[in-house]
């Protein structure tokens, strides 16, 4: 079947369907129809008569499909675009036209995904505009990304999604401009000085211990909200720089900047300093080093992470 044809199809299907509960889209001709046409009787046989089957949940999701059969378009995006104003449901709509802004985002589409934005209503444009603003940060570059930024609404949850495209910004533009430069940036009222670490974090794979240690005695500034800067920085050149092993004397000189991080200090779901010792673990396949990272390690999630690691590099 032609490809358009298939997205045609799976759009009328989701505006036949929509109103109708799980059980019911299950027996629905249409639905059945559509995905064995798109997908064949054999894997419909397949679903239907899964353990995992329940009657009460659609055996398949149209919204799902469409933006799965989108991300196999290189052209005709527009006619995509075009197309997706039939759907009915315009929460549906906003949230396939998402899908289209970042696919044309991932295959260089830019200004093809500007125009699409417009086509969103108002309230749903800051979404899109945080697709473009996580380009921008890769590109590290400041203009775009500030303007960018404006039309992101970094009040409006999540808020995580501007954090993170910030601190991605900030390292692609220290890998670009330099570290000196890159600093002067975080003191711009759009970041701060929560994101200095940043600055310095991309350029430690190329850096040795002994430069990381210079750079942060040159810039003090790096550690002003990151006191266990030395602790993250010697860990992300030795994950970025996997080996057999490290030498003794710098693997002491790195558990003793671990041994100083706060036990208690979060890191996402878990401890900052277990996170650091599992990833320093991981980075080496020297077991007694690995097992004396992991006998400093709180949390039995990351202890059977270092487990786990041993017994696939014995």
Known sequence: MIK?????????????????SGEKFNTNSKAISTFITLY????YKEKIESKNFFI???????????????????????????????VKQVPIRNYLRLNLIEH??????????????????????YSAHRLLLKKYALKGNLNDFKETLKLSKSNKSPRNDIFDSKKVFIENYSLKNGILKSLEICNLKIFGEKFYTNSLIPHCKKLSIRKIDEII?????????????????YVEH???????????????????ELKKVDKNLKFGDGRLKDFLLCSLGSSITNIDQIN???KMIISPFYKKELNYYIKNIS
């Open 4 to 20: 358009m044809k298939r997205l045609e199809l799976l759009i009328d299907t989701l505006n036949e369907t929509e109103h109708l």
């Open 40 to 43: 064949g009787e054999e894997l």
């Open 56 to 86: 009460y949940n659609p055996f398949y999701y149209p919204s799902f499909c469409i933006g799965r059969e989108i991300k196999r378009y290189k052209t005709k995006l527009s006619e995509i675009n075009n197309l997706l104003n039939k």
């Open 104 to 125: 044309c985002l991932n295959i260089c589409e830019q200004d093809l995904a500007k125009n699409i934005i417009l086509d969103l209503p108002d309230e749903s444009k």
């Open 217 to 233: 005695e040159k810039y003090p500034i790096i550690k002003k909200n990151e006191k266990n800067i030395k602790a993250i920085a």
């Open 238 to 256: 030795f994950n970025k720089n996997k080996r057999s092993s490290i030498g003794k004397l710098l693997f002491e000189k790195t558990l003793n």
């Open 292 to 294: 004396q990272c992991k």
